[in-house]
C-alpha cells in the first residue's frame, strides 16, 4: 500500500519562511506525481492552494509556492502570517489517476 | 461562480443504506472529474475516488473499492457517494471536490457532509 509522508507538525514564528515536505514510499516525486496542496482550518472544508507542483489557483495568497526539492514536493510559505496556521495536506497521484493523501503537517504560527 | 453543494447531514444505523449528494453549478459538470474525500473524526483526508460524469469513467482508491459505490446523474448535475450497509466506522465528514479536466487538479470542494452510523 502506498503511503504519502509529511511532518506531523512545524512551528514558524510570524513573518518566517517555513518550508512541509511531501514524500511518496514508491521513491522519488516528480512532477508526473502532479502534486497539490491544500490547507483546512479547524470546522472548514479543504481549500485548494497549488496543484501539478507548483501553479497557483487564482485564489491563492502569493507568499505560498510549491516546488521538487531532493525527490519531495514541497510547500514553501514566505512571509508567513497569523492565518497561516492550519493543516496542510498533499495529494500525490499515482497509475490509472489513483490518488493518496499525505497525512497532513499541523502548522504552528507562534 | 462554481459551486458544490453538498447534501445534509445523515444520522443511520448499521446495517442501513445510504446516498448522499454533490450538486455543480457554475461549470460544465460533465467535463470535469468529480470525486469523495473522507475524513474520520480528528484524522486527516483520505481520497476515495473519482468519476467523469460524461461517460461515468470511475476509479476507486484500493481502500474504497467494493465499500461504495460513486456515481453522477449529469443530467441534474449531481454526484453521489452511496453505501448498501453502514459501519459505524463510516462515521466521517464527506466531502466533494472537483478535480479538473485532466483528473489531476483539485480545485473547488464542497462544504462536506457529516454521517454518523451509531447504534
Known amino acids: 500500500q502506498t503511503v504519502v509522508t509529511q511532518e506531523p507538525s512545524l512551528t514558524v514564528s510570524p513573518g518566517g519562511t517555513v518550508t512541509l515536505t511531501c514524500a511518496s514510499s514508491?521513491?522519488?516525486?516528480?512532477?508526473?506525481?502532479?502534486p497539490n496542496w491544500f490547507q483546512q482550518k479547524p470546522g472548514q472544508a479543504p481549500r485548494a492552494l497549488i496543484y501539478?507542483?507548483?501553479n497557483k489557483h487564482s485564489w491563492t495568497p502569493a507568499r505560498f509556492s510549491g516546488s521538487l526539492l531532493g525527490g519531495k514536493a514541497v510547500l514553501t510559505l514566505s512571509g508567513v502570517q497569523p492565518e497561516d496556521e492550519a493543516d496542510y495536506y498533499c495529494?500525490?497521484?499515482?497509475?490509472?489517476?489513483?490518488?493518496?493523501f499525505g497525512g497532513g503537517t499541523k502548522l504552528t504560527v507562534l | 461562480e462554481v459551486q458544490l453543494v453538498q447534501s445534509g447531514a445523515e444520522v443511520k444505523k448499521p446495517g442501513e443504506s445510504l446516498m448522499i449528494s454533490c450538486k455543480g453549478s457554475?461549470?460544465?459538470?460533465?467535463?470535469?472529474?468529480i470525486g469523495w474525500v473522507r475524513q474520520m473524526p480528528g484524522k486527516g483526508l483520505e481520497w476515495m475516488g473519482i468519476?467523469?460524469?460524461?461517460?461515468?469513467?470511475?476509479r476507486y482508491s484500493p481502500s474504497f473499492q467494493g465499500q461504495v459505490t460513486i456515481s453522477a446523474d449529469k443530467s441534474i448535475s449531481t454526484a453521489y457517494l452511496q453505501w448498501s450497509s453502514l459501519k459505524a466506522s463510516d462515521t466521517a465528514i464527506y466531502y466533494c471536490?472537483?478535480?479538473?479536466?485532466?483528473?489531476?487538479?483539485?480545485?473547488?470542494w464542497g462544504q462536506g457532509t457529516l454521517v454518523t452510523v451509531s447504534s
Open positions: 471536490a472537483r478535480h479538473g479536466h485532466t483528473a489531476y487538479e483539485v480545485d473547488y
Open positions: 457554475g461549470y460544465s459538470f460533465t467535463t470535469y472529474w
Open positions: 468519476i467523469y460524469p460524461d461517460d461515468s469513467d470511475t
Open positions: 514508491t521513491g522519488a516525486v516528480t512532477s508526473g506525481y502532479y
Open positions: 501539478s507542483t507548483s
Open positions: 495529494l500525490l497521484y499515482y497509475g490509472g489517476a489513483q490518488g493518496v
